[in-house]
């Protein structure tokens, strides 16, 4: 189904008679965004038509994602040393939230059912979500934006398990998320959660247990929280 545009010409007064022209209307043709995206052009379109397509395919602006990572090579361009690393973790973290939303997916008709206490949906959802969410976050190398992203995640999932819409945390503005959060057990933040899991680490690593080892784009993190507690 296609859009059509109407564009209308008023006619012009001929001053020596006093009488008006006749007006005109031109209609206009806008094509849907996913023309744009066809694999390939019917044989009728010529070949003008096909390559004013194609520039304007080149012309339009980019997606939100696109910008995104766009800005996240722009920012540490200047510090070749840090951006694999940084990149790597923006990447580590989008694919744990797709682990973690895969995993909730999974588990929904689990966390529907009523005669289920709240407090074992708790601990299935920590040990198995939250888990997936969060595996290898002791070498990450976090942003701020890196925690909204993850808090969304988190609290987005104990307001389904709960039964809570975005609609009624709009309208009651007493529900915060230390509010949603106690709710459900009073379970942690997320940063709570990264600082255990980093702290865990460091407490092997000084316990000198051979199994546990620094990753190394977590060395950053070490010598923060290193300094921190001398």
Not at 58 to 87: C, F, G, K, M, S
Not at 120 to 138: H, P, Q, S
Not at 200 to 229: T, W, Y
Request: aromatic content about 8%; hydrophobic content about 40%.
């Amino acid at each position: 189904m296609f859009m059509f545009g109407v564009e209308m010409h008023t006619g012009k007064r001929d001053y020596a008679t006093g009488i008006f022209s006749i007006p005109k209307t031109e209609a206009v043709y806008f094509p849907r965004r996913s023309f744009w995206y066809q694999e390939a052009l019917s044989a009728c379109v010529a070949e003008e038509d096909a390559a004013a397509i194609a520039s304007e395919t080149d012309n339009e602006p980019e997606t939100q994602r696109e910008r995104r990572q766009n800005t996240e090579q722009a920012i540490y361009a200047a510090h070749p040393n840090t951006q694999p690393i940084v990149l790597e973790d923006c990447e580590a973290i989008r694919s744990r939230i797709a682990k973690a939303n895969a995993a909730f997916a999974c588990l929904v008709m689990f966390f529907k059912r009523k005669e289920i206490k709240l407090d074992y949906k708790k601990k299935i959802f920590e040990g198995i979500c939250v888990n997936l969410l969060l595996l290898g976050c002791e070498s990450w190398a976090l942003r701020v934006d890196h925690i909204r992203d993850l808090e969304v995640w988190l609290h987005t999932a104990i307001r389904k398990i709960l039964g809570i819409t975005i609609y009624q945390v709009m309208d009651d503005h007493s529900l915060k998320n230390d509010t949603i959060r106690k709710m459900f057990g009073d379970i942690n933040c997320i940063q709570t959660m990264i600082d255990v899991q980093q702290m865990k680490l460091l407490g092997d690593m000084i316990q000198g247990k051979k199994h546990q080892q620094c990753p190394m784009s977590g060395k950053a993190n070490v010598n923060r929280f290193l300094r921190e507690s001398s």
